[in-house]
């Protein structure tokens, strides 16, 4: 004999009616079933409304009732011939006046007792049931309906009754043994006090009623059909990556269930436990999917840790104080208040030094346990001896629980460590000595970054999520979205990275998708997006609160730079190649590496100098390793390397600098590569990472530039500006050639001091032979004394720069 228990979603309409009677019959072929049924979906909510709206006066409670009658009536024109509706027509009917003429008490008294709400609660089951027992006499004769009321038998707390199982399992064993159907169907949640009173199970009771019949008749195993593969390692609406539990235990299943996991209702497993019966969680919708296979038996399993789970809406109350130390019955009267107003405790944890003790309570519990708590101890708190209760609201309880959690070192210090790399502030902390479970206490709006950190960790092979909010998609960012899409599938294959783009914006648009943008489109869906905000844009990313966050700035916007102090303190890491935040005052600079640290957020900026070439990095690992860097001696734009190497008798200085941006080499604005600002901000960089302190206006700014070009205030003015002073130009070239020598826009640091400008580069010198748009930077250093450190490359381009931000990503994805 098996127990077969359909869920609200299962039979919620004909359509998946259909689905459960072909599932039952295939079934009643090998074996007797005793099918339970929910209500339709979101029937029991609509009932409960209309409820409280008759109570409150509003006639509202009409129109739900209408919607329930024309709900079933609906189901039954679909499910039941023609010919064969009268009857069950005019039953449903008498079930919905008997409703009716209840809710009218409600409306006429403006009052909703707790035993009236049950009453009116178990409509929901009575109709489905019924309905569906009707349904299945169409194809299968061998079949009846039974009243669970006759059966399951309780006290009269209502709402949530207590069953007695002597009576209960009595009167289930004398019906179905002599019972001769091949199918019984019944209605969960529902059941009678011992004066025939209607009664309830609580919320999620029909598992708990299926549970009950299958424990009465030692029943082969019990099926929960739902609208789910089964148990999941995590919410799978939380946690896109969970994967369905094959096997899990009893007491893994009660705990996941009662931190969350809504396929199960907590009681559920307690009549069937005892008995040692399996439960199966089963798809409706896919029934030829395994499902999840809960017993007692023992699975030994790689990961120790079964599932994580979660429950929302919690508050934490803390009474403290010395008058606490070495009182015994403190934690008693706690309790004993918090049981007379029935609220329960879902989360306990004390310090040995008894100066306080934590408690975890649902948020709809909070004004009432507070005032009660005060009130209970306000001699206590008159005298000092006790602080007035601590409420902190808005909370969550995350949990990892698996039964071999026990025989692991080291998973509490994992846990903790993978939320505390992602900013996870943890409020409270609790763990059984059966280790089958740990618990900690956050904010509310950390839980969906906790729980993907989490199971991302323990279950998804090590592969690192990042998500990238990407500002500005010009020449350099458009490479940068391309080269992801070239290697996103490598990444996740070879380095474990599962890189998602979320945001991309420009100047004059933006675009969000919390589940990744598709990058093939990420142009069109750009242009299509909502009109660019940067206060809007840090203002989701920060709602958004993904877990590897990473703002990439791609553009050499000032007021952008200003924004990365908003992105690191909420642990979100900035990559950007744009060098005014780096080069900005000394006190800046500092601010956002401390942050950086501060809040585990990595602060990258390698293309700040150098493109792609691995400058900056080899400064640092210089100096982590002990060496002390005394002298630079760099050329460090590859705008202006390219425009000094093309320039001659047959290209114009004009010429070489329009050709150089088509080329994507200079600034949006090429004022900022051939003032020379650029450069200077460029070594000042690279000054400060070596370990100096130093301000852009100590560096000395050698401009070969005409302060008229300089002073233009629009590219066109500036490029005309640049044919006038054409002759200027001609001359200095002609100065580096008549001195056998070639012009080299050249940084220097040295003895606390810094400058930039152009220089003519002998032939026996480094910089001569270098070409096109080529950097190179010479270290000298303790250890490089007499022949210094050389950097060379490329140092300009769209591609190399994409190339190097996303070097930096993924140094952040390898960290």
Same mark, same amino acid.
């Given at each position: 004999?098996?127990?077969?228990?359909?869920?609200?979603?299962?039979?919620?309409?004909?359509?998946?009616?259909?689905?459960?009677?072909?599932?039952? $019959?295939?079934?009643?072929?090998?074996?007797?079933?005793?099918?339970?049924?929910?209500?339709?979906?979101?029937?029991?909510?609509?009932?409960?409304?209309?409820?409280?709206?008759?109570?409150?006066?509003?006639?509202?409670?009409?129109?739900?009732?209408?919607?329930?009658?024309?709900?079933?009536?609906?189901?039954?024109?679909?499910?039941?011939?023609?010919?064969?509706?009268?009857?069950?027509?005019?039953?449903?009917?008498?079930?919905?006046?008997?409703?009716?003429?209840?809710?009218?008490?409600?409306?006429?008294?403006?009052?909703?007792?707790?035993?009236?709400?049950?009453?009116?609660?178990?409509?929901?089951?009575?109709?489905?049931?019924? $309905?569906?027992?009707?349904?299945?006499?169409?194809?299968?004769?061998?079949?009846?309906?039974?009243?669970?009321?006759?059966?399951?038998?309780?006290?009269?707390?209502?709402?949530?009754?207590?069953?007695?199982?002597?009576?209960?399992?009595?009167?289930?064993?004398?019906?179905?043994? +002599?019972?001769?159907?091949?199918?019984?169907?019944?209605?969960?949640?529902?059941?009678?006090?011992?004066?025939? #009173?209607?009664?309830?199970?609580?919320?999620?009771?029909?598992?708990?009623?299926?549970?009950?019949?299958?424990?009465?008749?030692?029943?082969?195993?019990?099926?929960?059909?739902?609208?789910?593969?089964?148990?999941?390692?995590?919410?799978?609406?939380?946690?896109?990556?969970?994967?369905?539990?094959?096997?899990?235990?009893?007491?893994?299943?009660?705990?996941?269930?009662?931190?969350?996991?809504?396929?199960?209702?907590?009681?559920?497993?307690?009549?069937?436990?005892?008995?040692?019966?399996?439960?199966?969680?089963?798809?409706?919708?896919?029934?030829?999917?395994?499902?999840?296979?809960?017993?007692?038996?023992?699975?030994?399993?790689?990961?120790? &840790?079964?599932?994580?789970?979660?429950?929302?809406?919690?508050?934490?109350?803390?009474?403290?104080?010395?008058?606490?130390?070495?009182?015994?019955?403190?934690?008693?009267?706690?309790?004993?208040?918090?049981?007379?107003?029935?609220?329960?405790?879902?989360?306990?944890?004390?310090?040995?030094?008894?100066?306080?003790?934590?408690?975890?309570?649902?948020?709809?519990?909070?004004?009432?346990?507070?005032?009660?708590?005060?009130?209970?101890?306000?001699?206590?708190?008159?005298?000092?001896?006790?602080?007035?209760?601590?409420?902190?609201?808005?909370?969550?309880?995350? +949990?990892?629980?698996?039964?071999?959690?026990?025989?692991?070192?080291?998973?509490?210090?994992?846990?903790?460590?993978?939320?505390?790399?992602?900013?996870?502030?943890?409020?409270?902390?609790?763990?059984?000595?059966?280790?089958?479970?740990?618990?900690? &206490?956050?904010?509310?709006?950390?839980?969906?970054?906790?729980?993907?950190?989490?199971?991302?960790?323990?279950?998804?092979?090590?592969?690192?999520?990042?998500?990238?909010?990407?500002?500005?998609?010009?020449?350099?960012?458009?490479?940068?979205?391309?080269? #992801?899409?070239?290697?996103?599938?490598?990444?996740?294959?070879?380095? !474990? #990275?599962?890189?998602?783009?979320?945001?991309?914006?420009?100047?004059?648009?933006?675009?969000?998708?919390?589940?990744?943008?598709?990058?093939?489109?990420?142009?069109?869906?750009?242009?299509?997006?909502?009109?660019?905000?940067?206060?809007?844009?840090?203002?989701?990313?920060?709602?958004?609160?993904?877990?590897?966050?990473?703002?990439?700035?791609?553009?050499?916007?000032?007021?952008?730079?200003?924004?990365?102090?908003?992105?690191? !303190?909420?642990?979100?890491?900035?990559?950007?190649?744009?060098?005014?935040?780096?080069?900005?005052?000394?006190?800046?600079?500092?601010?956002?590496?401390?942050?950086?640290?501060?809040?585990?957020?990595?602060?990258?900026?390698?293309?700040?100098?150098?493109?792609?070439?691995?400058?900056?990095?080899?400064?640092?690992?210089?100096?982590?390793?002990?060496?002390? &860097?005394?002298?630079?001696?760099?050329?460090?734009?590859?705008?202006?390397?390219?425009?000094?190497?093309?320039?001659?008798?047959?290209?114009?200085?004009?010429?070489?600098?329009?050709?150089?941006?088509?080329?994507?080499?200079?600034?949006?604005?090429?004022?900022?590569?051939?003032?020379?600002? =650029?450069?200077?901000?460029?070594?000042?960089?690279?000054?400060?990472?070596?370990?100096?302190?130093?301000?852009?206006?100590?560096?000395?700014?050698?401009?070969?530039?005409?302060?008229?070009?300089?002073?233009?205030?629009?590219?066109?003015?500036?490029?005309?500006?640049?044919?006038?002073?054409?002759?200027?130009?001609?001359?200095?070239?002609?100065?580096?050639?008549?001195?056998?020598?070639?012009?080299?826009?050249? +940084?220097?640091?040295?003895?606390?001091?810094?400058?930039?400008?152009?220089?003519?580069?002998?032939?026996?010198?480094?910089?001569?032979?270098?070409?096109?748009?080529?950097?190179?930077?010479?270290?000298?250093?303790?250890?490089?004394?007499?022949?210094?450190?050389?950097?060379?490359?490329?140092?300009?381009?769209?591609?190399?720069?994409?190339?190097?931000?996303?070097? =930096?990503? $993924?140094?952040?994805?390898?960290?």
């Amino acid at each position: 004999m098996k127990v077969l228990k359909f869920g609200g979603t299962s039979v919620a309409n004909a359509q998946n009616i259909k689905l459960v009677l072909d599932i039952i $019959i295939k079934n009643a072929t090998n074996e007797k079933l005793i099918v339970v049924v929910s209500a339709f979906s979101k029937v029991t909510d609509m009932l409960h409304l209309a409820s409280s709206s008759a109570a409150a006066g509003d006639e509202n409670y009409k129109v739900i009732l209408a919607e329930i009658e024309k709900k079933h009536l609906d189901a039954i024109k679909e499910l039941i011939p023609v010919s064969e509706q009268s009857g069950l027509l005019s039953h449903i009917k008498r079930i919905i006046n008997h409703l009716e003429t209840l809710l009218d008490g409600c409306f006429l008294l403006g009052e909703l007792s707790m035993r009236t709400s049950d009453t009116i609660l178990s409509f929901g089951e009575l109709l489905s049931s019924y $309905i569906i027992a009707e349904a299945l006499k169409q194809n299968f004769k061998n079949s009846s309906y039974k009243d669970s009321r006759e059966l399951i038998k309780t006290n009269s707390y209502f709402g949530k009754a207590a069953v007695n199982f002597t009576i209960t399992n009595e009167l289930i064993i004398d019906f179905f043994n +002599a019972n001769e159907d091949q199918v019984v169907i019944m209605p969960g949640f529902i059941a009678a006090s011992m004066n025939g #009173i209607n009664t309830t199970l609580g919320r999620g009771g029909s598992d708990y009623s299926a549970a009950i019949i299958a424990g009465a008749l030692h029943a082969n195993q019990l099926e929960i059909w739902t609208d789910v593969n089964g148990m999941f390692t995590a919410n799978p609406k939380v946690v896109k990556q969970a994967q369905p539990i094959a096997f899990i235990s009893y007491q893994e299943a009660m705990e996941l269930s009662h931190f969350g996991a809504k396929v199960l209702y907590p009681p559920t497993i307690q009549p069937v436990l005892r008995k040692n019966i399996p439960i199966i969680i089963k798809n409706t919708f896919e029934p030829e999917i395994v499902g999840t296979y809960i017993s007692n038996q023992e699975m030994i399993f790689s990961n120790p &840790v079964k599932g994580i789970s979660h429950i929302n809406n919690i508050t934490l109350i803390t009474l403290e104080g010395s008058g606490m130390i070495g009182v015994s019955g403190s934690s008693k009267r706690l309790f004993e208040v918090l049981s007379h107003q029935n609220i329960n405790v879902i989360f306990i944890t004390q310090a040995s030094s008894e100066h306080s003790i934590c408690i975890g309570i649902l948020n709809s519990d909070a004004d009432s346990a507070e005032e009660a708590i005060n009130k209970a101890f306000e001699i206590e708190i008159s005298q000092n001896k006790i602080d007035l209760c601590i409420v902190e609201k808005n909370l969550c309880i995350i +949990a990892l629980v698996g039964e071999n959690m026990k025989n692991h070192q080291g998973l509490s210090g994992r846990m903790f460590s993978t939320l505390g790399k992602n900013n996870v502030n943890i409020r409270a902390i609790a763990q059984g000595a059966s280790e089958r479970n740990i618990s900690a &206490v956050i904010n509310e709006r950390d839980v969906k970054k906790a729980l993907n950190t989490l199971h991302e960790n323990f279950f998804e092979e090590n592969t690192k999520q990042l998500n990238l909010f990407v500002m500005g998609v010009g020449n350099v960012g458009e490479k940068f979205m391309e080269q #992801i899409q070239q290697q996103k599938k490598f990444l996740k294959e070879n380095l !474990k #990275i599962n890189l998602r783009v979320i945001a991309v914006s420009n100047s004059r648009k933006m675009h969000f998708d919390e589940e990744g943008i598709d990058l093939k489109e990420w142009q069109t869906l750009l242009e299509n997006g909502e009109i660019a905000n940067q206060e809007k844009f840090i203002d989701t990313v920060k709602e958004l609160n993904l877990r590897n966050s990473i703002f990439v700035d791609i553009t050499a916007n000032e007021n952008i730079s200003k924004t990365y102090e908003q992105y690191l !303190k909420r642990n979100i890491a900035v990559v950007t190649c744009n060098k005014i935040a780096c080069a900005s005052e000394y006190d800046n600079y500092k601010k956002l590496k401390k942050l950086s640290q501060q809040f585990n957020a990595p602060f990258l900026f390698e293309t700040n100098v150098g493109a792609g070439l691995p400058i900056i990095d080899t400064v640092k690992n210089l100096v982590a390793s002990g060496d002390k &860097v005394n002298k630079i001696q760099a050329v460090l734009s590859g705008s202006l390397n390219f425009i000094f190497n093309n320039f001659d008798e047959k290209n114009s200085f004009h010429d070489v600098v329009i050709e150089a941006g088509v080329q994507g080499f200079t600034e949006p604005d090429p004022k900022i590569d051939l003032s020379g600002i =650029d450069v200077a901000r460029k070594i000042l960089i690279l000054i400060r990472e070596s370990g100096y302190q130093m301000e852009i206006d100590e560096i000395e700014n050698e401009s070969f530039m005409p302060a008229e070009c300089l002073d233009t205030t629009t590219n066109q003015a500036f490029f005309d500006s640049l044919i006038k002073h054409a002759a200027h130009f001609e001359a200095i070239y002609k100065d580096a050639l008549s001195k056998d020598s070639r012009l080299k826009y050249v +940084a220097q640091f040295e003895n606390g001091k810094a400058n930039v400008g152009l220089q003519f580069i002998a032939k026996d010198h480094p910089f001569y032979n270098l070409e096109g748009k080529d950097n190179i930077v010479l270290f000298f250093t303790d250890r490089y004394v007499d022949q210094p450190l050389l950097i060379k490359g490329a140092g300009a381009g769209a591609a190399v720069t994409a190339s190097g931000i996303f070097a =930096d990503v $993924i140094r952040i994805g390898n960290r």
